[in-house]
């Protein structure tokens, strides 16, 4: 008697259990498949991991819903009321609405210079991403005669964007009350503070790796950007909820996937739905082994990166070469959030208006500028804000991107403490920790004066975790869009014939996650789409071949 086909799903993420929620909620009434999720480490979520830190629900990972309107996610969320909540949470009131901009050496710099450098970073984006048709005007000036496209990065295409502005903008005559800040270093040093949020917005350490082309591939939905008030973890836990105990199998981290790309002799065709026949061997780090006919491959791009080199062996044999070749040009980069409570008094608890933490948009020297103050630590100079998470709380945020986020996951608490504070002296005296510093030049913040101490610190370690092995995937200069439709080929691909099916064991390892979608990837709802995609791929696979109506 035939077994019920088994799909083994890797990864209990977004993708992971987006795909054993479509499965299983649309054959259960048959009980067509034996379906197992296995997840390597202790939790479910994969790079959804919501928190808490000092009694605020906050985000470890995935943290915003990129637009309202149509999104999944949002969908989710508002059906299993998790938009509203008692307990305060990260950016529960939006993006500050009037950030402070402050530049080194503590001086708070007006809208005349920030605006202009602001909407030009703006213009030139949304350009790049096809949102701003070229009209001869600032936006388009980076771009070539042919449209653009002769920028193999959005780095070199937002560089020369600038300059184009710079030489529409000459004789404007230098600027006074900012110390050695010329006007042309605070323009660049503000331009830079937008491309080092762009990084952690897309995860290229250096956005002269991130493709140009591509980027306008890239697909938003419309409306606000919200964070979840009962946390991402929430919808997460909602796509799990359905599937029996049991099915979802905590710390089973796999090292081997053992397929058969070679077609069955026809000796083998009577056997082919045997238990003993499942094509693929899944070993796991304690030795165990599980059969499977289909496995579903949610693991991050980091993870096949490091899977599927020279000296690894993920897959046994090695996947085909149209697959590793995408894997090895697309990006994958490292973003990591760092939480520090901060106290005027010490004592920590929430700030009042008095004494708040204001929101900063911060503005650094370059790390080889002889302008530099020595004692901010080059792995603050590219963070681009720091700032409380909601209005009056007594956490503060910052963001790091590529190097920087390496380098924050070795530094102990107190060196991350020292470093802060030293950031922050040079950015304002006026909260200089330990000591009352106020300045009368124009052109100096002049706050709260007092003593600023960070108490407690949290950070994330996506680079070093080696279950993820980083945080989200970009289209790297050399790679495309095409690289990431390859990402979400099966192998080996259906046959178009039941022959087929019986000899060729067709879709044994099938790819989900975020790096598997063309419009989508990075984003929590791209995960989500791969999901369903590679769950309907499987159950429309059973129906055209009869096996199950």
Known sequence: MAKKPRIVIIGAGMAGLTAANKLYTSTSSNDLFDLVVVEGGDRIGGRINTSE????????????????GGSPVHQIAREIHALDSDQPWECMDGFPDEPKTVAEGGFELNASIVDPISTLFKNLMDFAQGKLPPDGGAASKGCTSNGGFGNPSVGAFLRQGLDAYWDSCKDRGELS??????????????????????????????????????EREYRMFPGEEITISKGYL????????????????????????????????????????????????IHFCDGSVMLADHVIVTVSLGVLKAGTGQDSGMFKPPLPSF??????????????????????????????????????????????????QEKIPWWMRRTASLCPIYNNSSVLLSWFAGKEALELE??????????????????????????????????????????????????????????FLGSYSYVA????GADLDTMAEPVPKAGSSELDHGVNHPLQILFAGEATHRTHYSTTHGAYFSGLREANRLLQH????GIYN
């Open 53 to 68: 830190f000092c009694g605020d629900r906050i985000e470890m990972g995935a943290t915003w819903i990129h637009g309202i």
């Open 177 to 214: 009350g900012y110390g050695k800040w010329s006007r042309k270093l605070l323009e660049e040093a503000v331009f830079a503070m937008h491309e080092n949020t762009q990084r952690t917005y897309t995860a290229a350490g250096d956005l002269f790796s991130l493709d140009f082309e591509a």
């Open 234 to 281: 929430s919808v997460i836990q909602h796509l799990a909820s359905v599937l029996p105990p049991g099915v979802i199998q905590l710390g089973r981290k796999v090292t081997t996937i053992e397929w058969q790309p070679e077609i069955l002799k026809s000796k083998d065709i009577t056997n082919c739905c045997d238990s003993s026949s499942r094509p693929v061997k």
């Open 323 to 372: 697959k590793t070749e995408a894997i090895s040009r697309l990006g994958y980069g490292v973003v990591n959030k760092l939480f520090l409570q901060w106290s005027p008094n010490g004592n920590g608890g929430n700030a009042n208006d008095k004494d708040k933490f204001p929101s900063l948009q911060t503005v650094f020297h370059p790390p080889e500028s002889e302008l530099r």
């Open 410 to 467: 070795t530094l102990s608490d107190e060196e991350i403490v020292n470093g802060v504070s030293a950031t922050v002296s040079g950015l304002s005296p006026a909260l200089k920790p330990h000591k009352e510093v106020k300045h009368n030049s124009p052109g100096f913040c002049n706050w709260s004066a007092g003593e600023v101490r960070f108490v407690k610190v949290l950070k994330t370690k996506w680079g070093s975790d080696p279950l």
């Open 477 to 480: 200069v050399g790679s495309s």
């Open 542 to 545: 059973y129906h055209c071949f």
